[in-house]
């Protein structure tokens, strides 16, 4: 009889743990709340996908959630308190809402409505059109002959293209504003070519379009083709 009495003895505070132990496991399983709900753009009511929710307790975070393709997230599980929730989005101003309960087996639902940063002021773009031209055929090789930069047509006492040309050696022109020639060949027989493209006739471009001449009349490259005059090239703004 001694013997049962002393084993009970023993074995009575481990079945008073083991009870305390179950009691509190079961507690904690049936105890627990959550916090959810759905993030969205305050102006549009658009939900906000990853959006970050962070649940904290006494300045401690807690939990913490990111919100789906719906916008809607879930915080679990949460012993019963008040809880702040902090809202954040890449472009969007923070939002704060302190004092959120949460009690035992139930759901707390609290939206977040933030208010996106980007504030566009109008936007005036200005432009100047800008020409840069380069000769089609490469770097040119005067040969034999003149080159006029648009600073020294400027000084020239002339109105025509042709009176232009006809300045260099090797060139004629009877009377100004005729077409010239270069080097006793016949009218007509001297290529023009303006801006890479050859054309019949240029007298009609005013000098203060030509920002550059040359006047080849002999030694011409075979790139600019068979010619028996010359060949004049300009090079317009």
Same mark, same amino acid.
């Given at each position: 009889?001694?013997?049962f009495?002393?084993?009970?003895?023993?074995?009575?505070?481990?079945?008073v743990?083991?009870?305390?132990?179950?009691?509190?496991?079961?507690?904690?399983?049936?105890?627990?709340?959550?916090?959810?709900?759905?993030?969205?753009?305050v102006?549009?009511?658009?939900?906000?996908?990853?959006a970050?929710?962070?649940?904290?307790?006494?300045?401690?975070?807690?939990?913490?959630?990111?919100?789906?393709?719906?916008g809607?997230y879930?915080?679990k599980?949460?012993?019963?308190?008040?809880?702040?929730?902090?809202?954040?989005?890449?472009?969007y101003?923070?939002?704060?809402v302190?004092m959120?309960?949460?009690?035992?087996?139930?759901?707390?639902?609290?939206n977040?409505?933030?208010?996106?940063?980007?504030?566009?002021?109008?936007?005036?773009?200005?432009?100047?059109?800008?020409?840069?031209?380069?000769?089609?055929?490469?770097?040119?090789?005067?040969?034999?002959?003149?080159a006029?930069?648009?600073? =020294? $047509?400027?000084?020239l006492? *002339?109105r @025509?293209?042709?009176?232009? !040309?006809?300045? #260099?050696?090797? %060139?004629?022109?009877?009377?100004?504003?005729?077409?010239?020639?270069?080097r006793g060949?016949?009218?007509?027989?001297?290529?023009?070519?303006?801006?890479?493209?050859?054309?019949?006739d240029f007298?009609?471009?005013?000098n203060? =379009? $030509?920002a550059?001449?040359? *006047?080849? @009349?002999g030694?011409?490259? !075979?790139?600019y #083709?068979?010619? %028996?005059?010359g060949?004049?090239?300009?090079?317009?703004?």
């Open positions: 009889m001694k013997e009495c002393l084993t009970i003895l023993l074995l009575f505070p481990l079945i743990l083991g009870s305390n132990r179950e009691s509190d496991v079961t507690k904690k399983s049936l105890g627990n709340g959550e916090i959810n709900g759905k993030v969205v753009d102006a549009t009511g658009e939900a906000l996908i990853g970050t929710v962070v649940a904290n307790e006494a300045d401690r975070m807690v939990g913490s959630a990111i919100t789906d393709f719906d809607f879930t915080i599980p949460l012993s019963p308190g008040l809880y702040d929730l902090s809202f954040s989005y890449l472009g101003e923070a939002v704060t302190s959120v309960p949460v009690s035992s087996d139930n759901m707390t639902s609290v977040g409505e933030l208010r996106s940063k980007a504030v566009l002021d109008t936007l005036v773009v200005r432009a100047t059109r800008v020409v840069e031209y380069n000769n089609l055929f490469g770097p040119i090789d005067t040969g034999s002959g003149t006029y930069s648009d600073e =020294a $047509i400027k000084k006492p *002339v @025509t293209a042709n009176d232009i !040309a006809s300045l #260099g050696a090797g %060139t004629y022109q009877e009377d100004a504003g005729d077409v010239f020639q270069v060949s016949r009218t007509g027989s001297t290529r023009l070519m303006v801006d890479g493209n050859y054309v019949d007298n009609s471009i005013p203060s =379009a $030509i550059e001449m040359q *006047v080849l @009349t030694g011409i490259p !075979a790139k #083709g068979d010619t %028996t005059g060949v004049v090239i300009i090079t317009t703004y």
